[in-house]
């Protein structure tokens, strides 16, 4: 199929591979084809930049003060030890011209030793930060795009049930006016639309729910008066943007 003539599938295909859920086959014929043709890499590059922005939804996590404090103080217990060993070899420097090869030698070990003793340190610290960050990281269960009726993304949904927390990102043009707001509903199987709460027209936000709130087929979001409709009541404004809710298994 070409995908220059069905935007709105490549938009789909793009969405995905960026989020993940485009895998085994699928996935590898999309990256051939980015490879071949640039309106689909420029496609992909595209989506990858919007869900990059999300991180800065993340809250910033600095490493504990205790970490630092060890790695400072066995650093400088590696260069006094270093500085040591290098006034006594210099002390011996009148008797190296005899013995000064394998006496040159172990001088370069034992400063290749030390060196190697500080890259393990730094490796430590860095590792100790990267864990830290991934502990911290959203762990997202859930994944939506939300797109109109002419198939053209707005709105990306995640949820993240290590917070509890719904995380919506505006990917889309569309701003409501001054005296409207948009509402984020639910769409259970055979029941009423459930409204998940009120957004704000910031470009992220997140929302308080629970699994069982997100556990549907699809999402939607209606066009209403400022401040939504009143709880246990259905959309009253237009349906502008739905999507299905993919449960991510990676």
Request: hydrophobic share 45%.
């Amino acid at each position: 199929m070409n995908l220059l003539a069905h935007p709105e599938l490549l938009e789909l295909l793009a969405a995905s591979h960026a989020l993940g859920t485009l895998r085994g086959g699928a996935r590898r014929r999309f990256e051939a084809l980015a490879r071949e043709q640039a309106p689909v890499r420029a496609a992909a590059l595209v989506w990858q930049g919007r869900l990059a922005s999300m991180t800065e939804l993340q809250p910033s996590v600095a490493p504990d003060p205790a970490v630092w404090t060890r790695i400072r103080n066995m650093i400088d217990a590696e260069q006094s030890a270093l500085a040591l060993e290098r006034q006594r070899e210099a002390a011996r420097a009148a008797g190296e011209s005899r013995q000064g090869g394998w006496l040159r030698s172990l001088a370069l070990w034992r400063t290749a030793t030390a060196a190697g003793a500080l890259a393990t340190v730094l490796a430590v610290a860095v590792g100790l930060n990267l864990r830290d960050q991934l502990q911290n990281a959203p762990a997202v269960q859930y994944v939506a795009v939300l797109s109109d009726d002419k198939d053209a993304a707005s709105m990306l949904v995640t949820f993240d049930p290590k917070k509890k927390q719904l995380v919506l990102q505006r990917v889309g043009s569309y701003r409501e006016g001054d005296d409207k707001s948009l509402q984020l509903w639910a769409l259970p199987p055979g029941g009423a639309p459930r409204s998940l709460g009120v957004l704000g027209n910031a470009p992220g936000l997140r929302l308080a729910a629970s699994e069982s709130d997100v556990a549907v087929p699809a999402l939607a979001i209606s066009l209403e008066a400022k401040g939504g409709v009143p709880p246990g009541s259905g959309p009253k404004g237009p349906i502008l943007f739905k999507g299905a809710l993919i449960e991510k298994t990676l």
